[in-house]
């Protein structure tokens, strides 16, 4: 098991102060993640989960608590925002590979800007890694040409260059058909098996959720704290039959009045999509 | 080896037929020949009453083709050549000028809200104030004949060139530059990488609108001062009676300002493959 990528969230507070209404986006939230975990978050839309994510990726400032990585601290009291680095890279909603520059630069973009590799160094990891994800042949594609699962993976890709402990991923197979989805699960779980990094994956779907999960936090609608726990005690690897199972139905079950009911709460306070 | 020889020929073959059958064309020569076609039949058919001063268009053809013109200007005479050079010497300063000052100003104000709140609010005031406007000052301010001329159509030019990196700048999503920090890239690193880039499309429909802007404001500057371009000859013809000159100098004018605003089309498209890329992805 992996050393890295252990992050601890404790008591974690955000408010938000848009003109002077003061909206509590997460109210003391604890977490524990375990290093090379696959942590799912499940919450309605709007909930804070992204909140919870800026927090550990550095984008936003906590108003109280403390968010610790590997025993360091990230941001805590005197500290209330992380420094954004290549330990913990984000993959986007949207995505965000750069389309401005083709594949293998977009690939190449963390080790080469922060001179950890040259030019050429870079190149032949990224060639390997995109082989290891079944990307050959897309490197000198613009992100446009791509299909948006391929572009989703090259941008896995791209963060795992960097060799961090932990990836973000903020629900980035949102957009996704379903059937490309079940692909895309697939294959991210292969790149699990092969890099063991530490994952927070943020999603509204229960069954992706299972899915990929080794650990499952469902939030409350907002002010966002879990509201239930579990560990998903089915083994890796997974293929998709599991959905069929019936351990993975029990979960379902067990899980599904909870996600249900803060969506109905999230609902009726009228949360928009965010 | 034969056979794929044989069908990239018959892709070759179809793609110059397509542009050849492409309606775009057709609709193009008629809407030309509908503008002309009005032009002949309202000065030298109709004689409809406001045109009665107007050269009409074969006065205008025969004159720009007449190896000896009557009014002195065609494109027999090296003076017609003279003006035209002199115009485009103008614009390419001013619009180089604009261009090299307004792209790094735009892209700094769109990065830095500092820089923005330092500078905006001047630009904004001093944006809206016309071209005209400036003519009595720039006059005062450069004493020489050429700088006043290059100095007003460079205004025009870089206000629009500024504001449109600006707004470039500002129109990049967000995540692209919080991708380049999770990727450990520095200030000077996003700058490169993120917003020059980012801004590029921005910008290069803003240098289109700024060499239109350019050529606008050159020629209402040479019609105040100047003894060459052409602005100057529509001005000159004008107080000279030389109607059909006048035109001369306005078809030029058009022509000329054409190539260049397609000229600036082609290097933006040049320097953003990924942009023509994507759009062609997205026709298909």
Known sequence: ?274 | MTTSSNVTFAIKENKLLSILLRPRLYLMLIGFLIFLAFWHLAVDVWKLPRFSQMPGLFTVLQELTNPNPVYGLSVYTAEYYTHIIASCIRVFVAFALATALGVPLGLFMGWSTKIREYLFPVFEMLRPIPILAWVPLAIIMFTSLEAPVIFLAFLASFFVTTLNTMLGVESIDESYFRAAQCLGANDRQVFIHVVVPGAMPFIFTGLQISIGVCWFSLVAAEMVSGQYGLGYVINNSYTNVRYPTIIIGMVTLGFVGYITSALVRMVGNRLMQWRMREIAMSNN
Not at chain 1, 43 to 69: E, V, W
Not at chain 1, 220 to 234: A, H, Q
């Open chain 1, 1 to 274: 098991m992996k050393t890295r990528g252990q992050i601890s969230i404790k008591d974690v507070v955000k408010i938000y102060n848009p003109d002077g209404a003061a909206v509590m986006a997460v109210d003391h939230c604890s977490l524990e993640i375990a290093a090379g975990e696959i942590c799912m978050i499940v919450g309605p839309s709007g909930c804070g989960k992204t909140t919870l994510l800026n927090a550990i990726a550095g984008f936003h400032s906590i108003n109280g608590g403390s968010i610790h990585m590997d025993g360091e601290m990230l941001c805590g009291p005197g500290k209330p925002k992380a420094s954004p680095g290549s330990d913990r890279i984000v993959v986007f909603q949207n995505g965000a590979l750069f389309p401005w520059k083709n594949v293998l630069d977009n690939v190449t973009f963390g080790p080469v800007m922060q001179g950890k590799l040259t030019a050429a160094e870079a190149k032949e990891k990224a060639l390997s890694m995109m082989a290891d994800a079944g990307l050959s042949g897309s490197e000198n594609n613009y992100p446009g040409e791509l299909s948006s699962g391929v572009r989703r993976r090259v941008e896995i890709v791209r963060a795992l260059m960097n060799d961090p402990a932990v990836l973000l991923l903020d629900e980035p197979y949102r957009a996704l058909d379903s059937l490309t989805k079940t692909v895309m699960h697939e294959a991210l779980l292969d790149i699990y098996y092969k890099n063991k990094v530490t994952i927070f994956f943020i999603t509204h779907d229960l069954q992706e959720a299972l899915f990929l999960g080794n650990k499952v936090a469902i939030m409350t609608s907002r002010p966002c704290k879990p509201k239930k726990t579990l560990i998903v005690d089915i083994p890796y690897p997974r293929s998709y039959s599991v959905v069929t199972d019936k351990r993975f139905r029990e979960l379902m079950e067990e899980t599904s009045e909870a996600v249900h009911e803060e969506a109905k709460k999230s609902f009726a306070a009228g949360e928009r999509e965010g």
